[in-house]
């Protein structure tokens, strides 16, 4: 993680807005800041305007309104190939009638390096990605995960200092995005250089990135490192894109410092803490994700509000138990349980008592 | 009993044979012709006529008879000629006639006489220059002139044609050696009669094309019959040539200042050949109709939709009016002796030896 | 099952049969099956493409015509030395006389007369005229031919006249072909024709030139409609798609009449020039009736052939890739020249293809608006089978226009190879 200094700096939308229409805004009101080597993953579902704001960075659409700056520098009229920022496309983008050492040396050539200099940095780039043998192979010669680590070498050779990568992994099955997850958080962070990373997967999101902007409707929703993402979710929707997350719905009786009661509409009474909440009256969606439920007494804190439950399906599925409850009259209610040998296992119908920490239980906008 | 009986059969026999040149005739009739306004007249002339006496008969047009000589001989080597009877030129209807393409006819024996009895073969005269041919019409190939664009003289000979300082501007001529060859000559002072003689030498033939080559840039050569009345519409051209009918037309019909010059108008003829080897049931059809289309009457009322002249003597003096302008036509027929004064006949025998090696001088010399 | 494996020899299928056979069985009775789905194709290419063009390469070298109408003469001939300086004796006269007489009864005697007045002007005539008195010769009792034959026409008396016989009485002829190529056989073989006969080369190179300068043209044009079409969202570009294909809906000759209206001295486009004051009324352009008008008019009537494989290519190229090569440094001239323009390089390849091979073949348009100097060979092709009727001829140019095709294809595919045309 970057420190607070560094914070302000390297790339930052300054109330950035873009419209294709004139009529709608795909993109609200923007503003973000990203430190230099830090690994940043827009994430959100499609039409969120994540892959708006990418191409606005790369130059390839232009701000309807506010500025991006780079490295302190207005760049809304400079032209993308001017902006030194390196770009790994989602279907890589690889020239076809190019070999693979011809692709890697095109942006060395553009740039007048010379032809012993060049050859030395897309030698160094190969051997970086491990493809050393294949520079004389034409694209549609490799397979997907080699083509994706040739189009990440090309997007780094010319060692940019802002590598901009839009949902690279989407067209790898799934043993190979991991590997090139991994893969490519390595060479960020080896490297040193500033990543902005595409998205709509949550698990690269969380896996990879040093902070995540979770977009929805032209907005970011919450900007904040993985683990505060999937703990401490802002608003219900974050809690419900970022992991899988129970939802009740209710009105906030009592306040109380930084736990709150709230009723549930079928009358019970739960212990929260208040997010986007403030008065007595409030409408609130709490959110509780499925492995912070309990329903061991022994394991819950003395003096909280517990709900009854039904079981109505149990799964197992090795190393946890996946169990959907009936809770609040909400039938689609999960939770999720180490596979311990203390555990007890439930059976449908069985009838239960749940319950969790306040702070674990966070009482959100509707 | 048996006498009767034999007597009846006889005589059914009888009704029979009487009957059979009527019914043994087709009743599909495959016409080749040049369409456009020429075919139009004979539709109105004799083919619609005929089709009401005749209503089981349906007659099909092909517009072929520019490429006439290939098509039947191509028909003739793949042993399926689809034609009943084409219309062709003089020259195309000899080379058929030579290649035995054509069948040859027995011109007074199936054709109709003149009213007052005059035979066929003296009727038509001169014109029957092949023995498969059936003329209509006589045709010309001449000039017509933009009246408002040659000054207060305008041309009267065909020589004025190579005059540019008198009348400067594009002429329109045709893109074949044949005709040009002969008035380039004619204009350079070769006498009418030793024309022939001249263009058979290397000399005379570079003697022509050193006279077109005065005119040559001011050339626009047409390869369709319709291009000259055009560009004179169009003001592309002062003066060019093409056939009289295509000229009467734009004159007559479409109010074009356009004049006529008659002086060293080319003749030709154009008339019906009979495809050699119809079977019987078809041929009899052909002779059928060819009696009745070419009849006095017939080509006279032919002329009254297009200003050809009928190819025969006896249709001459009834020759009337244009069926829907109602203006004389004997005056526009290129036979008419106030325009048939200075005539060229051009040499069909001569053409057919000399046509293949003049075109191949002829190209080389456009192409220079 | 198990003494089935174990057996050395060929593996048997389930009947006893080998593998092998039982397979080869099964597949010729698929592969006979398939083959009958496309005979109704097979057939009809071969009888509408493979056998005109078969026929037309004999025809450019068959010459039986002689030695089938004249047998007596050319073998009486054979012994003639035509170099002698001396007209054949009577018994290859008398040859003649026999061979006429029985030309004109099977109306042969003009065609060979024509065949050999390709060769030689006035033959024709010769044959013509004694053709018709032949028929009443009297083998028997007639004679002596060498006096009667050249009373009739005098033409017997050349030497030309019978050198011709002889030269063409071989079954087999190059007579066409180096008619052809603006050759002829002399006296001492095979020679150049006079300056003033030769066309056929000229016309050929022109012809290849002027296609050349088409499909050039036509790249040059298509290329940004192409792009437009591929790019444009789909309501405009499917309008621009009908304009395109627009001209297949209308007559050649119309479309070729609608140039000459613009293009001529007093058309639409010099009237505007004129208008507008650009260039004076005595100085009209001549834009039609020379090369540049026939130029214009195919480049107009053959774009849609180009501007089709180009925009089927252009449609399967991502706009990503462009930005990709922007992102990477490339200006957009850079982007569009060493990235885009590559890839496009298959429908240009296809298109070039099409245009000039149609364009080679095309003798209407430039008949019309080509003037003297605008006229292609097909033009003369036209002419040599419809008009002078010398099929042999047209059969050799047609032979070698095709020739000159199939080696272009083979340079084509040498130098940016067959496989990187694309039509879509």
């Given at each position: 993680?970057?420190d607070a200094a560094?914070?302000?700096?390297?790339?930052?939308?300054d109330?950035?807005?873009?419209?294709?229409?004139?009529?709608?805004l795909?993109?609200k009101?923007l503003?973000?800041s990203?430190?230099?080597?830090?690994?940043?993953?827009?994430?959100?579902?499609?039409?969120?305007?994540?892959?708006?704001?990418?191409?606005m960075?790369a130059?390839f659409?232009?701000?309807?309104?506010?500025?991006?700056?780079?490295?302190?520098?207005?760049?809304n009229?400079?032209?993308?190939?001017k902006r030194?920022?390196?770009?790994?496309?989602?279907?890589?983008?690889?020239?076809?009638?190019?070999?693979?050492?011809?692709?890697?040396?095109?942006?060395?050539?553009?740039?007048?390096?010379g032809?012993?200099?060049?050859?030395a940095?897309?030698?160094?780039?190969l051997?970086?990605?491990?493809?050393?043998?294949?520079g004389?192979?034409?694209?549609?010669?490799l397979s997907?995960?080699?083509?994706?680590?040739?189009?990440?070498?090309?997007?780094?050779?010319?060692?940019?200092?802002?590598?901009?990568?839009?949902?690279?992994?989407?067209a790898?099955?799934?043993?190979?995005r991991?590997?090139?997850?991994?893969?490519?958080?390595?060479?960020?962070?080896?490297l040193?250089?500033?990543?902005?990373?595409?998205?709509?997967?949550?698990?690269?999101?969380?896996?990879m990135?040093?902070n995540?902007?979770?977009?929805?409707?032209?907005?970011?929703?919450?900007?904040?490192?993985?683990?505060l993402?999937?703990?401490?979710?802002?608003n219900s929707?974050?809690?419900?894109?970022?992991g899988?997350?129970?939802?009740l719905?209710g009105?906030?009786?009592e306040?109380?410092?930084?736990?709150?009661?709230?009723?549930?509409?079928?009358?019970?009474?739960?212990?929260?803490?208040?997010i986007?909440?403030?008065?007595?009256?409030?409408?609130?969606?709490v959110?509780?994700?499925?492995?912070?439920?309990?329903?061991?007494k022994?394991?819950?804190?003395q003096?909280?509000?517990t709900?009854?439950?039904?079981?109505?399906?149990f799964?197992?599925?090795?190393?946890?138990f996946?169990?959907?409850?009936?809770?609040?009259?909400n039938d689609?209610f999960?939770i999720?349980?180490?596979?311990?040998?203390?555990?007890?296992?439930?059976?449908?119908?069985?009838?239960?008592?749940?319950?969790w920490?306040?702070?674990d239980?966070?009482?959100l906008?509707? | 009993?048996k006498?009767?009986?034999?007597?009846?059969?006889?005589s059914a026999?009888?009704?029979a044979?009487?009957?059979?040149?009527?019914?043994?005739?087709?009743?599909e009739?495959?016409l080749v012709?040049?369409?456009?306004?020429?075919?139009?007249?004979?539709?109105?002339?004799?083919?619609?006529?005929?089709?009401?006496?005749?209503?089981?008969?349906?007659?099909?047009?092909?517009?072929?008879?520019?490429?006439?000589?290939?098509?039947?001989?191509?028909?003739?080597?793949a042993?399926?000629?689809t034609?009943?009877?084409?219309?062709?030129?003089?020259?195309?209807s000899?080379r058929?006639?030579?290649?035995?393409?054509a069948e040859?006819?027995?011109?007074?024996?199936?054709?109709a006489?003149?009213?007052?009895?005059?035979?066929?073969?003296?009727?038509f005269g001169?014109?029957?220059?092949?023995?498969?041919?059936?003329p209509?019409?006589?045709?010309s190939?001449?000039?017509g002139y933009?009246?408002d664009m040659?000054g207060?003289?305008?041309?009267s000979?065909?020589?004025?044609?190579?005059?540019l300082e008198?009348?400067?501007?594009?002429?329109?001529?045709?893109?074949?050696?044949?005709?040009?060859?002969?008035?380039?000559?004619?204009?350079?002072?070769?006498?009418?009669?030793?024309?022939?003689?001249?263009?058979?030498?290397?000399?005379?033939?570079?003697?022509a094309?050193?006279k077109?080559?005065?005119?040559?840039?001011q050339?626009?050569?047409?390869?369709?019959?319709a291009?000259t009345?055009?560009l004179?519409?169009?003001?592309?051209?002062?003066m060019?040539?093409?056939?009289?009918?295509r000229?009467?037309?734009a004159?007559?019909?479409?109010?074009?200042?356009?004049?006529?010059?008659?002086?060293?108008?080319?003749?030709d003829?154009?008339?019906?050949v009979?495809?050699a080897?119809?079977?019987?049931?078809?041929?009899?059809?052909?002779?059928?109709?060819?009696?009745?289309a070419?009849d006095?009457?017939r080509?006279?009322?032919?002329?009254?939709?297009?200003?050809?002249?009928?190819?025969?003597?006896s249709?001459?003096?009834?020759?009337?009016?244009?069926?829907?302008?109602g203006?004389?036509?004997?005056?526009?027929?290129?036979?008419?002796?106030?325009?048939?004064?200075n005539?060229h006949?051009?040499?069909y025998?001569?053409w057919a030896?000399?046509?293949?090696?003049?075109?191949a001088?002829?190209?080389?010399w456009?192409a220079? | 099952?198990?003494?089935?494996?174990d057996?050395?020899?060929p593996v048997?299928?389930?009947?006893g049969?080998?593998?092998?056979?039982?397979l080869?069985?099964?597949l010729?009775?698929?592969?006979?099956?398939?083959?009958?789905?496309?005979?109704?194709?097979?057939?009809?290419?071969?009888?509408?493409?493979?056998?005109p063009?078969g026929?037309m390469?004999?025809?450019?070298?068959?010459?039986?015509?002689?030695?089938?109408?004249?047998?007596?003469?050319?073998?009486?001939?054979?012994?003639?030395?035509?170099?002698?300086g001396?007209?054949?004796?009577?018994?290859?006269?008398?040859?003649m006389?026999?061979?006429l007489?029985?030309?004109?009864?099977?109306?042969?005697?003009?065609r060979?007369g024509s065949?050999?007045?390709?060769?030689y002007?006035?033959?024709?005539s010769?044959?013509r005229?004694?053709?018709?008195?032949?028929?009443?010769?009297?083998?028997e009792?007639?004679?002596?031919?060498k006096d009667?034959?050249?009373?009739?026409d005098?033409g017997?008396?050349?030497?030309?006249?019978?050198?011709?016989?002889?030269?063409?009485?071989p079954?087999?002829?190059?007579?066409?072909?180096?008619?052809a190529?603006d050759?002829?056989?002399?006296?001492?073989?095979a020679?150049?024709?006079?300056?003033?006969?030769?066309?056929y080369m000229?016309?050929?190179v022109?012809?290849?030139?002027?296609?050349?300068?088409?499909?050039?043209s036509?790249?040059?044009?298509a290329y940004?409609?192409?792009?437009?079409?591929?790019?444009?969202?789909?309501?405009?570009?499917?309008?621009?798609?009908?304009?395109?294909?627009?001209p297949?809906?209308?007559?050649?000759?119309?479309?070729?009449?609608?140039?000459?209206i613009?293009?001529?001295?007093?058309g639409?486009i010099n009237?505007?020039l004129?208008?507008?004051?650009?260039?004076?009324?005595?100085?009209?352009?001549?834009?039609?009736?020379n090369?540049f008008?026939t130029i214009v008019?195919?480049?107009?009537?053959?774009?849609?052939?180009?501007?089709l494989p180009?925009y089927?290519?252009?449609q399967?190229i991502p706009?990503?890739?462009?930005r990709?090569?922007k992102?990477?440094?490339?200006?957009?001239?850079?982007?569009f020249?060493?990235?885009?323009f590559?890839?496009?390089?298959?429908?240009?390849?296809a298109?070039?293809?099409?245009?000039?091979i149609?364009?080679?073949?095309?003798?209407?348009?430039?008949a019309?608006?080509g003037?003297?100097?605008g006229?292609f060979?097909?033009n003369?092709?036209?002419?040599?089978?419809?008009?002078?009727?010398n099929?042999?001829?047209?059969?050799?140019?047609?032979?070698?226009?095709?020739?000159v095709?199939?080696?272009?294809?083979?340079a084509?595919?040498?130098?940016?190879?067959?496989?990187?045309?694309?039509?879509?």
């Amino acid at each position: 993680m970057a420190d607070a200094a560094s914070n302000d700096g390297f790339v930052v939308f300054d109330r950035v807005q873009k419209s294709y229409d004139g009529e709608t805004l795909v993109v609200k009101d923007l503003n973000l800041s990203i430190a230099r080597g830090e690994f940043l993953t827009m994430l959100g579902p499609s039409g969120s305007g994540k892959t708006t704001c990418l191409m606005m960075l790369a130059g390839f659409e232009t701000a309807t309104h506010g500025d991006i700056r780079l490295d302190g520098q207005p760049i809304n009229n400079i032209p993308p190939h001017k902006r030194g920022i390196g770009m790994v496309f989602q279907n890589y983008a690889l020239f076809p009638h190019m070999t693979v050492a011809e692709n890697l040396a095109f942006p060395l050539e553009v740039r007048k390096i010379g032809k012993s200099e060049r050859e030395a940095k897309v030698k160094r780039a190969l051997d970086m990605v491990q493809m050393g043998a294949f520079g004389g192979r034409r694209p549609a010669q490799l397979s997907g995960g080699q083509q994706q680590r040739i189009a990440l070498a090309r997007a780094l050779v010319f060692e940019p200092e802002l590598v901009l990568m839009d949902e690279p992994l989407g067209a790898l099955d799934k043993q190979l995005r991991e590997h090139m997850q991994f893969e490519i958080t390595r060479l960020a962070h080896d490297l040193g250089i500033t990543t902005v990373y595409v998205t709509h997967d949550q698990t690269e999101a969380l896996t990879m990135s040093d902070n995540v902007a979770v977009f929805d409707d032209g907005r970011i929703q919450q900007l904040a490192p993985p683990d505060l993402l999937y703990e401490k979710p802002e608003n219900s929707f974050v809690a419900q894109f970022i992991g899988e997350n129970n939802t009740l719905e209710g009105v906030v009786t009592e306040m109380k410092g930084d736990t709150c009661i709230v009723k549930l509409d079928d009358g019970e009474v739960i212990d929260a803490t208040p997010i986007n909440v403030s008065n007595v009256g409030d409408r609130t969606l709490v959110s509780i994700r499925p492995e912070r439920v309990e329903y061991n007494k022994d394991r819950l804190q003395q003096g909280v509000h517990t709900l009854k439950a039904e079981v109505l399906e149990f799964i197992y599925m090795g190393d946890i138990f996946r169990t959907r409850l009936r809770v609040a009259g909400n039938d689609e209610f999960i939770i999720k349980t180490r596979n311990a040998p203390d555990v007890e296992r439930l059976t449908p119908g069985q009838q239960i008592e749940i319950g969790w920490l306040p702070a674990d239980c966070r009482a959100l906008d509707t | 009993m048996k006498l009767v009986k034999t007597l009846l059969a006889s005589s059914a026999l009888t009704v029979a044979a009487g009957a059979v040149s009527a019914q043994d005739m087709a009743n599909e009739l495959t016409l080749v012709s040049w369409g456009g306004a020429y075919q139009a007249s004979q539709v109105k002339a004799y083919v619609e006529p005929y089709l009401e006496m005749h209503p089981e008969v349906s007659v099909t047009w092909d517009e072929s008879s520019a490429e006439a000589v290939a098509k039947l001989r191509a028909m003739n080597e793949a042993g399926n000629v689809t034609w009943d009877l084409v219309d062709a030129v003089a020259s195309d209807s000899m080379r058929l006639c030579d290649e035995g393409l054509a069948e040859e006819l027995n011109h007074d024996e199936i054709l109709a006489a003149a009213p007052d009895g005059t035979s066929a073969t003296e009727d038509f005269g001169e014109l029957l220059v092949s023995d498969c041919f059936v003329p209509q019409i006589v045709y010309s190939t001449t000039f017509g002139y933009r009246t408002d664009m040659v000054g207060d003289t305008p041309p009267s000979s065909v020589c004025d044609i190579f005059d540019l300082e008198t009348y400067p501007g594009k002429r329109a001529l045709q893109k074949r050696p044949i005709d040009n060859m002969e008035w380039a000559l004619y204009c350079d002072g070769v006498d009418k009669d030793a024309l022939y003689d001249t263009l058979g030498t290397d000399e005379g033939v570079e003697r022509a094309l050193a006279k077109l080559d005065t005119i040559k840039d001011q050339v626009v050569w047409w390869t369709a019959g319709a291009e000259t009345p055009q560009l004179l519409a169009d003001g592309e051209v002062v003066m060019g040539s093409t056939f009289n009918g295509r000229l009467f037309s734009a004159i007559a019909e479409q109010n074009q200042p356009i004049g006529m010059l008659w002086d060293m108008q080319s003749f030709d003829l154009d008339g019906w050949v009979v495809p050699a080897g119809l079977p019987a049931d078809r041929h009899a059809r052909v002779m059928d109709f060819l009696k009745f289309a070419t009849d006095t009457q017939r080509l006279a009322d032919q002329a009254a939709y297009i200003s050809y002249g009928p190819a025969r003597a006896s249709s001459a003096p009834l020759v009337g009016l244009h069926a829907e302008l109602g203006i004389e036509m004997a005056p526009h027929m290129p036979t008419d002796p106030a325009n048939a004064g200075n005539v060229h006949v051009y040499d069909y025998e001569w053409w057919a030896d000399n046509r293949d090696d003049l075109n191949a001088k002829f190209e080389a010399w456009l192409a220079k | 099952m198990s003494d089935m494996t174990d057996t050395s020899g060929p593996v048997l299928a389930a009947d006893g049969t080998p593998l092998k056979r039982s397979l080869a069985k099964a597949l010729r009775r698929q592969k006979l099956r398939a083959l009958m789905l496309i005979a109704p194709l097979l057939l009809f290419i071969l009888v509408s493409f493979i056998l005109p063009i078969g026929d037309m390469l004999y025809r450019s070298v068959e010459n039986k015509i002689v030695v089938n109408t004249l047998p007596r003469s050319v073998e009486a001939l054979s012994g003639w030395d035509a170099d002698s300086g001396e007209l054949p004796d009577e018994a290859v006269f008398a040859a003649m006389a026999a061979d006429l007489k029985e030309a004109y009864e099977a109306r042969a005697h003009t065609r060979v007369g024509s065949r050999l007045n390709y060769e030689y002007p006035g033959i024709s005539s010769v044959f013509r005229k004694s053709g018709r008195s032949a028929g009443r010769f009297d083998l028997e009792s007639g004679g002596p031919w060498k006096d009667v034959l050249i009373d009739l026409d005098d033409g017997w008396a050349d030497q030309g006249v019978w050198r011709t016989i002889q030269t063409y009485s071989p079954p087999v002829t190059s007579g066409y072909f180096l008619n052809a190529v603006d050759m002829r056989v002399g006296p001492d073989g095979a020679e150049m024709r006079p300056e003033a006969e030769r066309i056929y080369m000229n016309l050929l190179v022109r012809t290849l030139w002027m296609s050349l300068l088409i499909t050039f043209s036509c790249i040059v044009l298509a290329y940004p409609v192409a792009w437009l079409l591929a790019n444009l969202p789909t309501r405009q570009a499917n309008l621009l798609m009908i304009l395109v294909l627009l001209p297949f809906w209308t007559s050649l000759l119309v479309r070729t009449s609608a140039w000459k209206i613009l293009l001529q001295q007093q058309g639409v486009i010099n009237d505007i020039l004129v208008w507008v004051g650009l260039v004076d009324d005595n100085a009209r352009l001549i834009i039609i009736n020379n090369q540049f008008g026939t130029i214009v008019a195919m480049t107009h009537i053959l774009l849609p052939f180009m501007i089709l494989p180009m925009y089927s290519v252009m449609q399967t190229i991502p706009p990503s890739y462009l930005r990709a090569a922007k992102s990477l440094g490339a200006t957009e001239w850079t982007a569009f020249w060493r990235v885009y323009f590559p890839q496009t390089i298959p429908g240009i390849g296809a298109g070039s293809i099409l245009v000039f091979i149609l364009a080679i073949g095309y003798y209407i348009t430039p008949a019309l608006v080509g003037g003297t100097k605008g006229t292609f060979i097909s033009n003369q092709i036209a002419f040599h089978i419809s008009t002078s009727l010398n099929w042999g001829l047209a059969s050799a140019l047609g032979a070698i226009l095709l020739a000159v095709v199939l080696v272009l294809y083979w340079a084509y595919d040498k130098i940016v190879g067959i496989d990187n045309v694309k039509l879509g």
